[in-house]
């Protein structure tokens, strides 16, 4: 185990361009590309600080992906939830897996998916 943590450490240091050099080593050693762990290498604090704020996600959409065998207490929370009106609502449950709500934050998300559930629904939030 020390000798992978002095390679760590030793990787951890690398500047920029040695990090580089190093990314032209490996792909031409094993044949395969290491942009990846070239650009984790050379971020400051192992690109700890740039990672979270690419995945960090602000909108999200409800996907309705089945009624569970009780369309029409479904029907009424989508009714209730989007205020469409029967036959669209109807149309929405029949046609699963689709879109309740779109574009909308996590705790609305977290809320909407609850509600369904609780109805009877399988629902996943993308």
């Known amino acids: 185990m020390a000798d992978l943590q002095k390679i760590v450490d030793d990787l951890s ?18 044949g395969v590309s290491a942009a990846a762990a070239v650009a984790v290498a050379a971020a400051p604090g192992g690109g700890g600080d740039a990672a979270p704020a690419a995945e960090e996600k602000t909108e999200f959409d ?12 479904v029907i009424k929370e ?6 469409l ?10 046609g699963a ?4 709500k779109e574009g909308v934050n996590k705790e609305e998300a977290e809320k909407i ?10 629902v996943e939030i993308k």
């Open 13 to 30: 240091a690398l500047t920029v361009l040695e990090a580089a050099e190093l990314s032209k080593l490996l792909e031409e050693k094993w």
């Open 62 to 73: 409800v996907i309705l992906t089945g009624d569970g065998g009780k369309k029409i207490n």
């Open 78 to 83: 989508v009714r209730a939830i989007t205020s």
């Open 85 to 94: 009106g029967l036959g669209e609502a109807k149309a929405l449950v029949e």
């Open 97 to 100: 897996p689709k879109a309740v």
């Open 113 to 122: 998916k609850k509600q369904l559930e609780e109805a009877g629904a399988t």
